[in-house]
């Protein structure tokens, strides 16, 4: 599969989520508590989650559960993400973002 390179990241702590814009122009949104469920490290075994959907209009009262996150490049392969926890062993492969949160349609 080929996936476009993401364009831009950002966090919301307010609003708990990670959105990814890819250079195809498609926004992917992740709540942050099934992100963090996803880890793909061997600890944590997140590599089981398939899709993660984007939050909906009930969960504007999600709890505030990460405020300090920090993103790094992992090379050019996808990004590693410290949780307020201090977990970082995952690596979040751009391949697998894409996969958990694809586009709505990708039928004409
Ligand atoms: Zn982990």
Do not use: K, Y
Request: aromatic content about 6%.
């Amino acid at each position: 599969m080929n996936v476009p390179d993401p364009n831009r990241i950002q966090v919301d702590t307010d609003a708990q989520t990670l959105t990814v814009v890819w250079t195809d122009g498609h926004e992917s949104i992740f709540p942050l508590a099934p992100l963090r469920a996803a880890c793909p490290c061997a600890e944590c075994q997140g590599d089981a989650v398939e899709h993660i959907a984007p939050p909906g209009p009930n969960d504007g009262t999600a709890e505030v559960e990460w405020t300090d996150l920090h993103i790094e490049p992992a090379g050019s392969v996808g990004i590693r993400i410290t949780w307020d926890d201090g977990h970082n062993a995952g690596i979040f492969r751009w391949d697998r973002l894409r996969r958990l949160q694809p586009p709505a349609s990708t039928h004409t």
